[in-house]
């Protein structure tokens, strides 16, 4: 049996790629989710304790130091189980971190650069999608949006996200595009940046196509409103969005040599890349996509990701690692 430890109250993208393996996981071995803050099928403590003690074969897989520090728990109670621990940062982590990552018996990394920066040994295994729940689908314009054509970025609001960069980006495709939106879709962190976002639109007269959308569990709605997709993140530990719109179909720009996309998107053949922070080069391929001066086949895009990022493929690996690690 698989136990997936979950303890975030808000959707991630952490919350999305393991809600994303367990029905597939379920294929193979039983697979269920102990904690809350995810639509998963769950498992009640006295029944995790009961399998954790009863000698059965069981792999407990922790995604955040909380859910690492109640497998360690478990285990000084007298659990016997192998403990996985997946890191989902690219940043150097803390010594705290290091010193529980080094009580698993294995890491997983996402990305090549990921397993560079980390100072233990990790096996790369990298998220997958539900290509048959992300597709290429009859479009939707959600109600109250009068724009027909939208341009989303999907994640909290705030600076590391990149919305503002994107915004200054906007300025002139916008304003000389008026059946062109934007969709800022996630929970505001931070209300400053947000208000200097609403105050750049507001200052070009492009505020009436500038649309905050708050953390949606339904996400899958507003890939199907969207034409384009953005992900200016300055970093990513992965970056499960980019997966997701490109197996939509849906154009997607986003920041070179951050998270996977520079691994996933060869510029101008199934997507676009530009340096962080550059809002000038987004508004250059922007203009570009905007104007229908280039264009990329939606099939094209999905291709990608059905070939070498699906869920399928994500979860053979990790029952490879769940059979082999000490």
Not at 133 to 158: A, H, N, S, Y
Not at 191 to 215: C, L, M, T, W
Not at 222 to 231: D, E, K, L, N
Not at 275 to 304: A, F, M, W, Y
């Amino acid at each position: 049996m698989v136990i997936h430890i979950h303890f975030h109250s808000h959707k991630t993208g952490v919350t999305r790629s393991v809600e994303n393996i367990i029905p597939v996981l379920n294929k193979y071995s039983e697979a269920l989710v102990f904690g809350y803050g995810i639509d998963a099928p769950k498992i009640k403590l006295l029944h995790l304790l009961k399998l954790a003690n009863s000698g059965n074969k069981l792999v407990i897989h922790a995604h955040r130091n909380n859910e690492i520090i109640f497998a360690l728990l478990l285990r000084t109670l007298g659990g016997k189980f192998k403990l996985i621990f997946t890191r989902h940062s690219e940043t150097k982590p803390s010594d705290f971190t290091l010193w529980l990552m080094k009580k698993a018996d294995h890491i997983v990394s996402l990305s090549s650069s990921m397993a560079k920066s980390l100072p233990v040994k990790s096996t790369i295994i990298r998220h997958g999608v539900n290509t048959e729940i992300f597709d290429i689908g009859e479009k939707i314009i959600p109600e109250g949006i009068p724009q027909k054509k939208l341009i989303t970025v999907i994640g909290r609001v705030r600076p590391a996200k990149g919305q503002l960069v994107v915004m200054k980006a906007l300025i002139a495709p916008l304003k000389n595009s008026v059946d062109w939106g934007l969709l800022l879709i996630g929970k505001t962190d931070d209300k400053n940046y947000s208000d200097e976002i609403i105050s750049v639109a507001r200052e070009n007269g492009i505020s009436s196509q500038v649309h905050f959308i708050p953390e949606s569990n339904d996400i899958i709605k507003y890939y199907r409103a969207s034409s384009i997709v953005v992900i200016a993140s300055i970093s990513e530990g992965f970056s499960l969005v980019c997966l997701e719109a490109m197996a939509c179909g849906l154009v997607t720009i986003a920041t070179e040599l951050v998270g996977i996309h520079s691994e996933v998107i060869e510029n101008g053949v199934n997507g676009f890349l530009f340096p962080v922070n550059d809002h000038e080069s987004l508004s250059t391929i922007l203009t570009s996509i905007i104007s229908g001066e280039i264009c990329i086949d939606k099939r094209k895009i999905r291709q990608t990701i059905f070939e070498e990022w699906s869920v399928e493929r994500n979860v053979r690996e990790l029952l490879k690692l769940y059979e082999t690690s000490p």
